[in-house]
């Protein structure tokens, strides 16, 4: 009893300055984020129009710059929560939402849509941000992941490392007829090739209310799951003895991470290793316990990617590089270093 009273009490330091740092971090990356484009600094209109009302750069700060700054924290919050996850569920450091098929599966069918046509709104759903080909990711993304369960289940089970190899057939599946699209559809090439490497170039405040109630209700049910995550890393069996059911946990875990990966995909496109990187990163400041490593993925996510959007479109302007090749730049040599660290045998 002493010792876990002492153990709390050194818990709860870590997570007041964590969850501080990244507070203030957050603050941060947003202000740069509207403040901070091809047209340099503009931290005079920006206060002046709050205070005010009124200024000459309204239209670019907060019809262009918020939207997509929200836009791009909300997902890379979510895809932070999704990888932390499913690194969880399966005991893999290198896990996260691509390798359930969502990233190939949504995809094919933006890529599907675009060749198709279906450039404009989607099924109703234009009031929700949600074009067509967005609507295409979402569902594409969806269809991929409930094809990998179904060829992972066995009876009444489903392995995770089923999951995984799963995953791994059905990426490379929708990754093929993808291609096989492009060939066909030469004049939609560049169009999904674009789309596939992520971009928030198009957000709006449609596609920000839309990402938050998908987003942040998915978000917080994954920080539910907190306890039987830590559970779930001392083994299956020590789980079953301690009252976790491991295969309604992993469940409904991969239902949530599916729902988070595919609606981030929608409106951004595919931007890989987010989900992979912050988890690692912020372990090392938060520690192992899900209770405070899954609100800090979401806060270090959202971070990461509003930063790197910021980037992506002031580098080289007024042309823009999409976000999911700043992130693979990052993304790439973290996972090889994760690669290399499980092929000695280390510990990440």
Same mark, same amino acid.
């Given at each position: 009893? =002493? ?6 009490k050194a818990r709860a330091p870590r997570a007041f300055i964590s969850l501080s740092i990244l507070l203030i971090l957050s603050a941060f990356s947003l202000l740069a984020a509207i403040a901070w484009g091809s047209t340099g600094f ?5 206060? *002046?129009? $709050?205070? #005010? ?20 924290? /909300? ?20 896990? *996260? %939402? #691509?390798?359930?098929?969502? %990233? ?23 009031? $929700? ?16 992941? !409930? /094809? ?24 490379? $599946? ?9 060939? +066909?559809h030469r004049e939609s090439m560049e169009q999904v090739v674009y789309w596939t490497l992520g971009s928030f170039s198009s957000a709006s405040f449609e596609k920000v209310r839309f990402a938050a109630l998908l987003i942040l209700p998915c978000?917080? /049910? ?10 779930? +890393? ?25 729902? !988070? ?18 988890? #690692? ?8 316990? #899900? ?7 979401? /806060? ?16 080289? =302007? =007024? ?13 790439? =040599? ?15």
């Open positions: 009893m =002493p010792g876990g009273m002492s153990e709390k503009k931290f005079r209109e920006f206060f *002046d129009y $709050l205070f #005010h009302g009124t200024s000459g750069a309204e239209v670019i700060l907060f019809k262009i710059r918020l939207p997509r700054a929200l836009l791009s924290y /909300l997902v890379g919050g979510g895809l932070a929560v999704a990888g932390c996850c499913l690194q969880g569920v399966f005991k893999n450091p290198m896990a *996260d %939402s #691509h390798i359930l098929g969502v %990233s190939a599966g949504a995809g094919f069918g933006a890529a599907a849509c675009i060749a198709l046509g279906f450039g404009g709104a989607g099924f109703g759903l234009s009031a $929700l941000g949600l074009g067509s080909v967005a609507l295409g990711a979402l569902a594409g993304g969806i269809f991929a992941v !409930l /094809l990998v369960t179904q060829f992972a289940r066995v009876g009444r089970r489903t392995s995770a490392s089923a999951l995984l190899l799963a995953g791994v057939a059905v990426s490379s $599946l929708f990754t093929a007829l993808t291609s096989g699209i492009m060939i +066909l978000a917080a /049910l994954c920080m539910l799951f907190a306890r039987p995550l830590n559970i779930m +890393l001392l083994g299956e069996e020590d789980a079953r003895m301690l009252g976790v059911d491991t295969v309604r946990t992993t469940r409904a875990l991969v239902i949530l991470t599916t729902l !988070l990966a595919a609606g981030c995909v929608s409106v951004s496109g595919i931007v890989g290793f987010v989900g992979l990187m912050l988890p #690692h990163i912020l372990r090392l400041m938060t520690g192992p316990d #899900h209770r405070l490593l899954l609100p800090c993925s979401f /806060l270090g996510g959202g971070v990461f990617l509003c930063l790197a959007d910021t980037l992506a479109r002031s580098l080289f =302007p =007024p042309l823009e590089v999409p976000v999911g090749v700043l992130s693979a730049l990052f993304g790439v =040599p973290f996972f090889l270093y994760l690669l290399r660290r499980q092929s000695k045998g280390g510990r990440t």
